[in-house]
Nanobody
């Protein structure tokens, strides 16, 4: 199993980034995909998830600013991040859980994790 996240970088306050995660080694279309983030010295936190049926879920802190989407034929999940703030600075991790339909914000419900991609928002 591989989850390869990319698209992170340095962006100015109010800017946008699009993260991408390429998945392989499991039946992507049967998995809920998620994004979590972790800033230095802080606990990992839920950002967004999208079920295998395409239903999204968001943390309150990113609602109206972030959008999660998936491309099942390409085995990819995306996180479009707009209106970025300094507090969005973190390493972002792609995750996968088989047919998860609740508890999206609990990292323990996810089976697979990718390496992080760093997002840094400058003020």
């Amino acid at each position: 199993v591989q989850l390869q996240a990319s698209g992170g970088g340095l962006v100015q306050f109010g800017g946008s980034l699009r993260l991408s995660c390429a998945a392989s080694g499991f039946t992507f279309g049967r998995y809920t995909m998620g994004w979590f983030r972790q800033a230095p010295g802080q606990e990992r936190e839920f950002v967004a998830a999208i079920t295998w049926l395409g239903t999204p879920s968001y943390a309150d802190s990113v609602k109206e600013r972030f959008a999660i989407s998936r491309d099942n034929p390409e085995n990819r999940v995306y996180l479009q991040m707009n209106s970025l703030k300094a507090e969005d600075t973190a390493a972002y991790y792609c995750t996968a859980a088989p047919r998860l339909y609740s508890g999206y914000d609990n990292g323990r419900n996810y089976a697979y994790w990718g390496q992080g991609t760093q997002v840094t928002v400058s003020s």
